[in-house]
């Protein structure tokens, strides 16, 4: 759902669930110029805050951490990147474009 949806905004989907030793990003992709890591949220409802609130300071973190190992393995180093949320409610989609910096480790 977020994979299509990211699509049809004109992002070219590189990754699905990258796994490393760190951590995991949902989607990784590129549009235009940008790297993009991409967190993925689902919540039936707000009770427990809205989706892109669950992206913590320690979620952001994991991801950062990723992020710059994914980077170093694939010999990355002069392309911009940043860290996008999609956060999905029932069927309502929220894509937030430089949801947070990254965070130094």
Known sequence: ???VYLT???YEI???NYRCKLGEIDIIARDGDYLV???VKYRADD???TPAE???YAKQRVISKSALYYMTVNGIDEIPCRFD???IED???ILYQNAFDYVEI
């Open 1 to 3: 759902m977020a994979g």
């Open 8 to 10: 049809e905004k004109g």
């Open 14 to 16: 590189l990754e699905y």
């Open 37 to 39: 890591f991409c967190e």
């Open 47 to 49: 009770r427990k805050g």
């Open 54 to 56: 669950a992206v913590d």
């Open 85 to 87: 949320v999609v956060s």
């Open 91 to 93: 069927d309502r989609i």
